[in-house]
């Protein structure tokens, strides 16, 4: 049997991302090849996920199961277009030019964890088959969290009943609407991660109790479902908000990729947006919001940036220490983002430190050390007090939070004032 090295290297290095790393003595650190329909099947699984990728018609296909990891690693040096596999015994002969190698393999009738799967979805009495493909787009992919100790999270939402997929990461909710004709016994399923790694769509998706499966491209994906209650994320969603802002998608995207801070601000008035950074650093671009009231919020660079998908987006807005939308293609996909509560615009960052750093020239001793004409204690109060006024109104305008390190500096200068006198 022949197989072209770079179609299989390719298809290895995908298998082994669904095998077992650690135990390598254990049948699922093996890789089995098995001819099913007259087609060449790659199969791997780590006892949780499956998968098996198509390899095509081959001439004089062979049965047979080595441990993946070798001969990834054979396949990977050989220089030749071809790879040989022959069967003697319980060995497997691999050859590709001079490149030569011998493994061992399991009894090949032996069943793999992959096949219990299918043998549960093809006896169940609740299984079903969708037909329609769904696309998982980046933005539900990247929102999966990985580690949660909440096992829901570390998975993607299928909700049949309400046609929607969901993911969460705490921080942020990617929604997107599909377009399915499903009436089965299950209204949920909760699809592992792992098995969407690399998947950019899903069909034939074939339901049990305990397992999924479904194709991408030339692969059979089928995994244990993770089973528990999702949030209910419907409740995340507002039908309502305080503004909707027109932005070009993919020019801010680039904009954000030239950012190198994560945590970022939005500044938006009279249809100008404004991206500021910790460091001093700042992007306009234009934007649709037709007001001279501006608004302000904080938020992570990743998930806005993971979130845009097309060039017209709406940044959907009610406060800005709530959750955000970005809704695009007509509200079909929708990504709702935390804010950042406790940053701060450059703008107001620079105006406190400035602040708290020359609050002591704020003293009337200060000021008579600059003086060299009789001082007059009333006008300097007039003084002062106007400048206080003007830096209250500077911070109101910026929303300042930091309202215990502000009252702190506004009673130091008004009992500086207030003992002038004294």
Same mark, same amino acid.
């Given at each position: 049997?022949?197989?072209?090295?770079?179609?299989?290297?390719?298809?290895?290095?995908?298998?082994?991302?669904?095998?077992?790393?650690?135990?390598?003595?254990?049948?699922?650190?093996?890789?089995?090849?098995?001819?099913?329909?007259?087609?060449?099947?790659?199969?791997?699984?780590?006892?949780?996920?499956?998968?098996?990728?198509?390899?095509?018609?081959?001439?004089?296909?062979?049965?047979?199961?080595?441990?993946?990891?070798?001969?990834?690693?054979?396949?990977?040096?050989?220089?030749?277009?071809?790879?040989?596999?022959?069967?003697?015994?319980?060995?497997?002969?691999?050859?590709?030019?001079?490149?030569?190698?011998?493994?061992?393999?399991?009894?090949?009738?032996?069943?793999?964890?992959?096949?219990?799967?299918?043998?549960?979805?093809?006896?169940?009495?609740?299984?079903?088959?969708?037909?329609?493909?769904?696309?998982?787009?980046?933005?539900?992919?990247?929102?999966?969290?990985? *580690? &949660?100790? /909440? $096992?829901?999270?570390? !998975?993607?939402? %299928?909700?049949?009943?309400? +046609? #929607? =997929?969901?993911?969460? @990461?705490?921080?942020?909710?990617?929604?997107?609407?599909?377009?399915?004709?499903?009436?089965?016994?299950?209204?949920?399923?909760?699809?592992?991660?792992?098995?969407?790694?690399?998947?950019?769509?899903?069909?034939?998706?074939?339901?049990?109790?305990?397992?999924?499966?479904?194709?991408?491209?030339?692969?059979?994906?089928?995994?244990?479902?993770?089973?528990?209650?999702?949030?209910?994320?419907?409740?995340?969603?507002?039908?309502? *908000? &305080?503004? /909707? $802002?027109?932005?070009? !998608?993919?020019? %801010?995207?680039?904009?954000? +990729? #030239? =950012?190198?801070?994560? @945590?970022?601000?939005?500044?938006?008035?009279?249809?100008?947006?404004?991206?500021?950074?910790?460091?001093?650093?700042?992007?306009?671009?234009?934007?649709?919001?037709?007001?001279?009231?501006?608004?302000?919020?904080?938020?992570?660079?990743?998930?806005?940036?993971?979130?845009?998908?097309?060039?017209?987006?709406?940044?959907?807005?009610?406060?800005?220490?709530?959750?955000?939308?970005?809704?695009?293609?007509?509200?079909?996909?929708?990504?709702?983002?935390?804010?950042?509560?406790?940053?701060?615009?450059?703008?107001?960052?620079?105006? #406190?430190?400035?602040?708290?750093?020359?609050?002591?020239?704020?003293?009337?001793?200060?000021?008579?050390?600059?003086?060299?004409?009789?001082?007059?204690?009333?006008?300097?109060?007039?003084?002062?007090?106007?400048?206080?006024?003007?830096?209250?109104?500077?911070?109101?305008?910026?929303?300042?939070?930091?309202?215990?390190?502000?009252?702190?500096?506004?009673?130091?200068?008004?009992?500086?004032?207030?003992?002038?006198?004294?």
């Amino acid at each position: 049997m022949l197989l072209n090295k770079k179609e299989l290297l390719k298809s290895l290095k995908v298998a082994k991302k669904y095998a077992e790393k650690k135990a390598q003595d254990k049948i699922t650190a093996n890789i089995f090849f098995i001819q099913e329909d007259g087609e060449l099947m790659l199969k791997a699984s780590n006892g949780e996920i499956g998968i098996s990728i198509d390899l095509g018609v081959v001439e004089n296909a062979i049965n047979f199961d080595v441990n993946l990891l070798e001969l990834l690693d054979f396949v990977a040096i050989c220089n030749d277009d071809n790879i040989s596999f022959d069967v003697h015994g319980n060995d497997v002969h691999i050859s590709s030019g001079a490149s030569n190698i011998i493994l061992n393999m399991f009894e090949v009738n032996e069943k793999t964890i992959e096949n219990y799967m299918q043998d549960e979805l093809k006896n169940s009495s609740v299984a079903k088959i969708i037909k329609e493909n769904i696309e998982i787009n980046e933005n539900i992919f990247k929102s999966i969290d990985r *580690y &949660n100790p /909440k $096992i829901e999270l570390n !998975g993607m939402l %299928l909700d049949l009943k309400n +046609k #929607k =997929i969901v993911s969460t @990461d705490t921080r942020r909710m990617s929604i997107n609407s599909i377009d399915i004709d499903y009436k089965g016994l299950m209204d949920e399923v909760i699809i592992p991660r792992a098995a969407l790694q690399d998947v950019k769509s899903i069909s034939d998706i074939k339901i049990s109790q305990n397992y999924i499966s479904f194709k991408a491209d030339d692969k059979i994906i089928t995994t244990r479902q993770i089973i528990g209650e999702y949030p209910s994320y419907d409740r995340i969603i507002s039908f309502d *908000y &305080n503004f /909707k $802002i027109m932005v070009n !998608g993919l020019e %801010l995207k680039n904009y954000l +990729k #030239k =950012i190198k801070d994560n @945590d970022i601000v939005l500044h938006f008035i009279n249809n100008a947006m404004t991206i500021k950074t910790s460091n001093g650093g700042s992007f306009n671009m234009e934007c649709y919001y037709p007001s001279n009231n501006e608004f302000i919020f904080s938020c992570d660079k990743r998930y806005l940036s993971d979130s845009i998908l097309v060039n017209e987006i709406q940044i959907c807005i009610n406060d800005s220490n709530l959750p955000f939308t970005i809704e695009q293609n007509g509200g079909k996909q929708q990504t709702v983002i935390m804010p950042i509560r406790d940053a701060y615009d450059c703008a107001t960052q620079s105006i #406190k430190r400035d602040f708290i750093e020359n609050s002591y020239k704020f003293t009337y001793k200060e000021i008579i050390k600059k003086r060299k004409s009789p001082v007059n204690k009333d006008k300097i109060i007039r003084d002062l007090k106007s400048e206080i006024l003007q830096l209250q109104e500077k911070l109101k305008k910026y929303e300042d939070k930091n309202s215990v390190v502000k009252s702190e500096i506004f009673n130091n200068i008004f009992n500086n004032c207030k003992s002038i006198g004294a």
